[in-house]
């Protein structure tokens, strides 16, 4: 194979990761020598919703931060007293985390669309252009469309996501699995009769970055603030407990609610009120589902040197319960733009990334997952959890009150 220095850049999926990724190449001192072309599938940028905060933890700002223009974007997150809060059902503060040190421990939040509108200027993304699959020849690869389309490059970036097109030709060994979560996440607007209505919700939500509260029966609820595209101020919640997985399952909304609805009724009386509460159009769309991960091989799945790779949820797909999918793309993304400043060279440094991105996300994915598992635990698991956060919270406490 003709591994020549690639020229253009084909990108599938202009979600957070793919654009981070061409935004940081575009700003390397190797700008001048690529040409990135995206391809998203949405028609356009305001296709779907994208209103909802995300949790930006030191290592994920560190990978975005060099690019200036979405410095207006960074500057927007909010110091407060804590980075999360853990309660239980009836809200009542179990441990109070501070803002922690270390790659993972969390900047800040960032609002999703505000994000992802700085990080598509001036890139050039093609919209409504979904992807179906690629051919790779000796020295260049190939894109194809739904719409007949194709388009020719050197290098192609899958991009594109959880249920990524991409991965299942590049690693069909890379599968994705459904797990025995259900969940799902609404939006409601904070007007003065929801702070009238859910004191303690947002008196909690001034304090702390994320509120996380977990309840009988392996049921566990999340809130944080954000702001809509049209400016209201509004609190994001997730709601997520243990199912059955039934591929017969109605998808009607209407009932979907209903059976979030009951099962609220295992948080306290304000929490599962401000659920119940949300009516169905302020869902997040396709927000009710299973978990999702991943399941890590042994070793590199990524096999041989190809003009094909990968990039984010479309190689390490992870639950949300860490807060580590955006901020491992973004990671990647530094990562896979640095490799190719090698530009004279970029397929060994090509290689090198493969490993270190699924070295990452891999070890990401079983943080998520164990995650998951803690929060929707039930019986003496979670007795035993219940326990641990108790005892952590009171030395935590403790450490504040003699050394602040």
């Known amino acids: 194979m003709d591994m020549g220095r690639p020229g253009t850049i084909l990108v599938i999926g202009?979600?957070?990761?793919?654009?981070?990724?061409?935004?940081?190449?575009?700003?390397s001192p190797v700008a001048d020598t690529y040409k990135v072309r995206i391809f998203e599938r949405d028609a356009t940028p305001t296709h779907r919703g994208?209103?909802?905060?995300?949790?930006?933890?030191?290592?994920?700002?560190?990978?975005?931060?060099?690019?200036?223009?979405?410095?207006?974007?960074?500057?927007?997150?909010?110091?407060?007293?804590?980075?999360?809060n853990l309660l239980d059902g009836d809200l009542n503060i179990r441990m109070q985390l501070k803002h922690a040190p270390g790659a993972h421990g969390i900047a800040g939040l960032v609002n999703?669309?505000?994000?992802?509108?700085?990080?598509?200027?001036?890139?050039?993304?093609?919209w409504g252009k979904r992807f179906v699959r690629y051919e790779e020849f000796e020295t260049y690869v190939v894109a194809h469309f739904d719409d007949g389309s194709e388009v020719r490059g050197d290098l192609l970036i899958g991009a594109d996501g959880a249920k990524s097109r991409v991965r299942e030709q590049r690693c069909?060994?890379?599968?994705?699995?459904?797990?025995?979560?259900?969940?799902?996440?609404?939006?409601v607007a904070v007007t003065p009769s929801v702070r009238e209505r859910f004191p303690t919700i947002v008196q909690l939500t001034e304090k702390a970055h994320v509120n996380r509260a977990l309840a009988a029966g392996g049921h566990s609820a999340m809130w944080m603030e954000f702001e809509s595209q049209d400016g209201t101020p509004c609190l994001?919640?997730?709601?997520?407990?243990?199912?059955?997985i039934n591929s017969d399952e109605s998808k009607d909304p209407l009932e979907l609610k209903q059976a979030i609805d009951s099962h609220a009724t295992h948080l306290g009386k304000e929490l599962a009120s401000f659920i119940q509460g949300t009516p169905v159009?302020?869902?997040?769309?396709?927000?009710?589902?299973?978990?999702r991960a991943v399941v890590p091989v042994e070793g590199n799945p990524m096999g041989r040197t190809s003009r094909v790779t990968l990039l984010g949820d479309a190689a390490h797909a992870m639950t949300t319960h860490k807060g580590l999918g955006a901020n491992t793309a973004f990671a990647d993304s530094a990562d896979l733009a640095q490799a190719l400043t090698h530009v004279e060279a970029p397929w060994p440094a090509l290689a090198e990334y493969e490993e270190k991105m699924i070295k990452r996300g891999f070890e990401a994915i079983k943080q998520s997952n164990q995650g998951s598992d803690t929060k929707h635990a039930v019986g003496v698991k979670s007795v035993l959890r219940n326990l641990v956060i108790r005892v952590l919270g009171w030395l935590l406490w403790t450490k504040h009150a003699l050394f602040g």
Do not use: C
């Not at 999703?112 to 093609?126: F, Q, V, Y």
């Not at 994001?236 to 059955?244: E, H, N, Q, R, Y």
């Not at 302020?282 to 927000?287: L, P």
């Open 14 to 27: 202009g979600g957070l990761g793919g654009l981070a990724f061409a935004q940081i190449l575009r700003h």
């Open 50 to 84: 994208q209103g909802y905060m995300i949790a930006i933890n030191n290592a994920g700002f560190s990978s975005i931060s060099t690019i200036p223009h979405i410095a207006s974007v960074l500057n927007e997150i909010k110091s407060k007293d804590y980075m999360a």
């Open 112 to 126: 999703r669309w505000k994000l992802r509108t700085a990080l598509a200027e001036g890139l050039e993304i093609e």
């Open 172 to 187: 069909p060994a890379l599968q994705l699995r459904q797990m025995p979560v259900l969940n799902t996440a609404g939006s």
């Open 236 to 244: 994001l919640w997730a709601f997520s407990f243990p199912a059955t």
């Open 281 to 291: 159009d302020d869902y997040i769309v396709e927000a009710t589902h299973y978990l």
